[in-house]
């Protein structure tokens, strides 16, 4: 059974960087394609970034694009999320995912952790 669980969300300032953690058990992270995904309030999910498994290709939704950074750690299984010069708009539940399409929406998306809280003060 694959579990996914994120942390790192909490309360930042517009203008200020956060990193987000996902420990995955259960499979190793670098079989498969993983992803970062978020809610706001009333929206739907929507894709943020996502790496494929052999760790080489990347894709980020055009809203992050460099501000957000994702990568990996096999030796720790485990995927992350760097996000600077965070926004209001940014605020959202975020998600981590696993066995998908790169840069796919939410439903191709097969394993998923509880989400963490990410809140921009502006």
């Known amino acids: 059974q694959v579990q996914l669980v994120e942390s790192g969300g909490g309360l930042v300032r517009a203008g200020d960087s956060l990193r987000l953690s996902c420990t995955v058990s259960g499979r190793t992270i670098s079989t498969y394609n993983m992803a970062w995904l978020r809610q706001a309030p009333g929206k739907e999910r929507e894709f943020v970034a996502a790496i494929s498994w052999t760790g080489r290709r990347t894709r980020y939704a055009d809203s992050v694009k460099g501000r957000f950074t994702i990568s990996r750690d096999s030796a720790k299984n485990t995927l992350y999320l760097q996000m600077n010069n965070l926004k209001f708009e940014d605020t959202a539940v975020y998600y981590c995912?696993?066995?998908?399409?790169?840069?796919?929406?939410?439903?191709?998306?097969?394993?998923w952790g509880q989400g963490t809280q990410v809140t921009v003060s502006s």
């Open positions: 995912a696993g066995g998908g399409e790169l840069g796919g929406p939410a439903d191709v998306w097969n394993d």
